[in-house]
């Protein structure tokens, strides 16, 4: 890119990234993430540079609480959001949550639409607005940066928006999002409501236009970047695009596409793209949702060229088939193999290549864990090496309740499967072991586990893979539990498949341990 251009880029307005994978994200079936996961992916988003990262919804729960005021604590350059209903409770939660921030804010939000006004509120028009205005009111007493969102705006009848976001912003909303709740939107319907607001909110020029879009349509991205070319100069994203039930916009797509089209688009992002694919490897190892294989920008595929017309062409000018580079999303040019002669220098600036700036005592432990498995497997691969740091950032986390110590099992032909399994309590330090008989060794492992640690659990879903090629790859694990009506997720890796087994299920326990006797958590979807 020339000077000239690059002069032209910095003028483009900016489009804030406002991401949402640590609250919206971690309401997906089975990816909640513990506090150690959620500060790592936090210290990702900072280093994404993207400009404000929602925390999570801290009356939803103690440990949501603990985390955005963590996140808060530790963020220095992007804002820290908090989300709280129209009510006074929430909103003194998530202030209480944020107000360590160096750049804080409350995010509140109300249903507006007619159905979620009739059968979920309860409540007439004028109610909503003065709920609303209430709430917007009692979070801009703490914090000078509000964001208010009409819940379900995009099913609102557009006068009634229109009086909402009017009154809200008179009560001094600094952004109003309009989210398209239910993933319902089509990009003509969402720039029409976009262009709308523009039009006949009189004080619209107060507030930044923020956009937050569901994918039940496949249409997030493509509704978000609609609403872009309307005037919106906030988006609400997650890496991956995960979400409730099919997700939100996905961030690495929206940044793309703003960067890619500069031309249709006219505005950029501050996002560092070149963080983009190490923390979407990052959050898919973390939450155990993996990434589909043809995904746009982070999927396996997405760089790929098979065909022999696209490989010669290619060959004599990428730009042919390529519209990105690599490089440019932060995928590693080149594959590096360790192994067991690697140094610390070496792990050092591979995981830093990798997206991975660890500190020395994290970095240590990953050392310490790279050795045992580079005992184990002659060659250790990237995707060896991130699932040693989310070993590592699981470790770190100090609810953890149990921990693997040995396990020894029996199986084969005409022979009655066996696990002796040995546990130790880390809060308590006694070390507990059980024997059991199971239909397979993997069974029997799970049964002494159940019976150690005294929680009634069922297995739900498992799913075992290998990490990479070769017949001394990891197997890597990841499974659900139920219990208590909740379900709880669990990854393990090794390359023996019945201790990678073993470590998922004792990790699954391990979270449901900690959500026992914690009141049921409250998501913006079953909250009023
Ligand atoms: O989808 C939605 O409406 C939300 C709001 C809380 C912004 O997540
Ligand atoms: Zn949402």
New binding site residues.
């Given amino acids: 890119m020339s000077a000239a251009q690059e002069r032209t880029v910095e003028d483009q307005p900016v489009i804030r990234i406002f991401d949402?994978t640590l609250?919206?994200g971690e309401q997906s079936p089975g990816a909640s993430l513990n506090m150690a996961e959620k500060l790592e992916i936090a210290r990702q988003l900072e280093l994404l540079n993207v400009d404000i990262i929602e925390a999570g919804f801290p009356i939803s729960s103690p440990d949501d609480f603990e985390a955005v005021r963590a996140i808060a604590g530790m963020i220095k350059n992007c804002t820290v959001a908090a989300?709280a209903r129209c009510t006074e409770k929430d909103i003194v939660r998530a202030a209480e949550a944020v107000k360590e921030a160096v750049k804080p804010r409350i995010?509140v939000?109300c249903a507006t639409s007619a159905i979620h006004r009739q059968y979920k509120l309860k409540r007439a028009e004028e109610e909503i607005i003065k709920l609303s205005v209430e709430g917007v009111k009692l979070a801009k007493s703490f914090c000078d940066d509000v964001e208010f969102?009409p819940?379900?705006?995009s099913r609102t009848e557009l006068p009634f928006l229109t009086q909402v976001v009017e009154a809200v912003i008179e009560a001094g909303a600094t952004t109003v999002?309009i989210?398209?709740?239910v993933g319902y939107s089509t990009p003509v319907h969402f720039t029409n409501i976009i262009r709308h607001l523009r039009e006949n909110v009189r004080n619209i020029n107060k507030a930044v236009i923020s956009v937050?879009c569901?994918n039940d349509l496949g249409l997030a991205v493509a509704n978000s970047l609609a609403a872009v070319e309307a005037g919106a100069r906030q988006i609400?994203c997650t890496i991956n695009g995960l979400g409730?039930r099919a997700g939100n916009a996905s961030l690495e797509e929206v940044v793309m596409a703003i960067r890619t089209r500069a031309d249709v688009y006219k505005c950029r992002t501050r996002v560092n793209t070149k963080r983009i694919y190490p923390t979407s490897r990052l959050v898919s190892t973390l939450t155990g949702i993996h990434v589909q294989r043809n995904k746009a920008i982070v999927g396996e595929n997405a760089f790929a060229h098979e065909s022999g017309i696209h490989q010669h062409g290619m060959l004599a000018n990428r730009a042919t088939y390529e519209i990105m580079n690599p490089e440019d999303v932060g995928i590693p040019a080149s594959k590096l193999v360790l192994g067991k002669h690697s140094g610390r220098h070496a792990l050092r600036d591979r995981l830093q290549q990798l997206g991975h700036d660890l500190d020395e005592e994290r970095l240590d432990r990953v050392f310490e864990q790279f050795k045992i498995l580079a005992d184990r497997k002659k060659e250790v691969f990237d995707e060896d090496l991130e699932t040693l740091v989310s070993h590592v950032v699981e470790e770190a986390d100090s609810t953890r309740r149990w921990e693997l110590v040995s396990l020894q099992t029996t199986a084969g032909t005409g022979v009655v499967p066996t696990a002796t399994v040995r546990l130790r309590d880390l809060h308590g330090g006694q070390v507990v072991t059980d024997a059991a008989t199971g239909d397979g060794p993997i069974d029997a492992t799970f049964t002494c586990m159940l019976r150690i640690t005294g929680i009634d659990a069922v297995l739900r879903e498992y799913d075992l893979r290998a990490v990479t090629g070769g017949r001394d790859a990891q197997g890597e694990v990841h499974l659900e539990l139920v219990s208590d009506g909740s379900t709880f997720r669990g990854r393990g890796r090794s390359t023996d498949i019945i201790e990678a087994s073993a470590q998922a299920f004792l990790s699954a326990i391990n979270r449901a341990l900690i959500a026992k006797g914690k009141p049921k958590p409250i998501t913006?979807e079953n909250g009023h």
């Fill in positions: 949402t609250r919206d989300l995010h939000f969102s819940e379900d705006a999002n989210p398209d709740t937050h569901h609400e409730e913006p």
